[in-house]
């Protein structure tokens, strides 16, 4: 078990980059493989002579299995469910699937010359006096989004970027924010700013938004409990597949994800941990099976 720790504080310092790079470093090369989009997991194949999970790719390429496990945003499988799974999910976890939410929350990275905000100062709260304006259901989107923008947070200094500020806009107005040009977003977050400081001269070097909800891989940004889902929704979310049958492979497709973790779902380390959850389901399922021979099969 590597030591979460020193994970942690390299994503601290250096970004989620060095999160993967520590984790890639304790595994064989060659062994990952980029860039190679799935167009189907075929799975509970009765054919003895033939392994029981078969990855169907994009290019043609079908890959052989024992087990997979899929950590596709719950934003992608809600929707691609449908076409991604030969055969389909079972009706339950499809349910789960359509109850639990999968919003969207954006960054927007603003750069200065200089700093205007106290050398002190770590967050910049935004106080609206109309709040009408601010709710999720807006008639006049393309006009208000802009005010669904609730703060920003204080970056520190690094060599490779200056004076930044990070700005959060979540929901509809995230969404749409997404098809606005580079241009349109420097004025609206340019006049915000001078508004709110009243200071008119106030110009950034540069603005940099995320865009997770028009990515074709993830479709949003993070899991939460939507109306009517409980917690058994996650537990549905994080079930293997054949939920019944034959005891020498009852895991078939197996499910890890920020949104398959019943309590820490939308978080980085809740994505971990059903990650170790579901390796230690294969490690002990081997383990009953045959205690002196390591694990053999294809992930």
Known sequence: MFNIMKYYFCCCYS?????????????????????????????????????PVVIECDDGERIAADHVIVTVPLGYLKRHHSTLFRPPLPLHKLHSVQRLGFGTSNKIFVEFDSPWWDPDCEVI?????????????????????????FGFNVLKPTKRYGHVLCGWITGHEAEYMETLSEQEVTHAVTQLIRQFTGNPVITPRRVLCSQWFHDPWTCGSYTYPAKFCS????????EPLPTTGEQSQPFQVLFAGESTHPYFYSTVHGALFSGWREAERLISHYSIISPSEPLKSKL
């Open 15 to 51: 970004g989620y980059e060095s999160l993967i790079d520590n984790l890639m470093s304790e595994l064989p090369g060659d062994i990952v493989t980029y860039r190679r989009p799935v167009h189907c997991v075929h799975w509970n194949n009765t054919e003895k002579r033939q392994s």
């Open 125 to 149: 709260y935004l106080v609206w006096e109309d709040e009408e304006l601010v709710v999720d259901e807006v008639p006049d989107i393309h006009r208000s989004w802009i005010k669904k923008m």
């Open 231 to 238: 917690v058994q929704d996650f537990n549905n979310l994080g």
